[in-house]
């Protein structure tokens, strides 16, 4: 119990650093990709934070598991380089693997949370907060007596007189080409705002002329208050608003594309597993090779598997693999390499003894 706990407690401290460190150097990097388009007028410099704090809520469940797999090469490996774990072999003490795998289990928990309910919601918000940036940026970018194109050229927006905070508007005049007609809207007053995903802008007191292209037939409408649904710029396509779906809710589906996401978020605590389950014997190192020995290695496989992953998601969403084999064949793989690095000295002892032609002791 005491060796446990003294095995339990350097990998928890090892990942609590390495976890900090991890969050600290993503942050970095999303807060410049997030600056740039900021500075470009893309996303207003209110809603940086914001976004820094959603996206590190829906990358969490990758973060997790790399740290996981580090802390524990890290850990292992200093006590392989102090020769503490060789003073237990020594003494009959193995290095608890059960344990160790256990406390993976118990992480994998965690991470289960984080992709099966936190991830998709932070997701969604952040769909959210993409239109409500693109509201903002599109008001903050209004000026009083120029015309503005809007919905990717499809448009041509004016206003007379803005208000000091940007919300209110007068003396409207809107042009738009939607489905073939061809549409004059002026009003005395405006306003934006952002339901769900959406974006509107909506008119009090104005009239509305509809007609065709080519022709000379015109509708017009007199109206108290109008709403317009805006092209919103940021919609992505089907698999990127796949992600932002609760996960009870692609149960309901039957679609490759949908089950393929299922899969995916059921494989990331799998994920945490094993990880940890190949960290223990990839850690076995001598004194010599010192504390960091195995990391870039354990960096290398950690990409590869998260990439194929990746990989697999994709050939299931295209049928390239049945969906029965979906990701879990990447899984499988990783596996086949977890038991041959655990009895690799049984496999070198009984491939020995085959290539001398001798019988292994029972």
């Given at each position: 119990m005491i060796i446990r706990r003294y095995f339990f407690r350097e990998i928890l401290y090892t990942l609590l650093a390495l976890t900090g460190l991890l969050i600290l150097i993503y942050l970095s990097h999303r807060f410049m990709f997030y600056l740039v388009q900021a500075s470009t007028g893309l996303i207003p410099a209110g809603f940086i934070l914001q976004f820094l704090g959603l996206k590190l809520l829906s990358d969490m469940m990758v973060i997790l598991p790399l740290s996981l797999f580090l802390s524990i090469l890290?850990?292992?490996?200093?006590?392989?380089?102090?020769?503490e774990i060789t003073a237990l072999a020594a003494c009959g003490i193995p290095v608890p693997f059960s344990s160790i795998l256990g406390l993976g289990v118990g992480f994998a928990f965690i991470i289960g949370l984080f992709s099966l309910i936190i991830a998709p919601w932070a997701k969604s918000q952040i769909e959210i907060l993409k239109v409500q940036a693109s509201a903002v940026a599109e008001i903050t970018t209004i000026s009083a007596g120029r015309f503005k194109e809007f919905g990717q050229g499809n448009g041509i927006f004016y206003v007379e007189t803005l208000s000091s905070d940007n919300t209110r508007m007068e003396g409207i005049f809107v042009q738009a080409t939607m489905s073939g007609k061809q549409i004059i809207l002026t009003a005395r007053q405006g306003y934006q705002k952002v339901?769900?995903?959406?974006?509107?802008?909506?008119?009090?007191?104005?009239?509305r002329y509809e007609g065709k292209e080519g022709t000379l037939e015109y509708v017009v409408?007199?109206?108290?208050e109008h709403t317009i649904k805006l092209p919103n710029p940021t919609a992505g396509a089907p698999q990127s608003r796949l992600i932002a779906v609760p996960t009870w809710e692609l149960w309901k589906a039957t679609d490759r594309a949908t089950l393929a996401e299922l899969q995916w978020r059921f494989s990331l605590p799998l994920t945490a597993i094993l990880l940890t389950a190949l960290a223990v014997p990839l850690s076995k190192t001598n004194p010599r090779q010192g504390q960091y020995a195995k990391l870039f290695t354990g960096i290398m496989i950690s990409l590869i598997y998260n990439n194929l992953l990746s990989i697999a998601q994709k050939w299931t969403e295209k049928?390239?693999?049945?969906?029965w084999l979906g990701v879990w064949w990447v899984h499988g793989v990783l596996l086949l390499i977890i038991l041959g690095l655990l009895y690799s000295p049984q496999i070198k002892t009984w491939w020995y003894l085959w290539r001398s032609g001798s019988k292994p002791l029972t």
């Open positions: 890290l850990a292992l490996g200093r006590l392989y380089k102090d020769n339901q769900g995903d959406a974006l509107f802008i909506v008119l009090s007191q104005g009239h409408t007199e109206f108290a049928g390239d693999v049945p969906m």
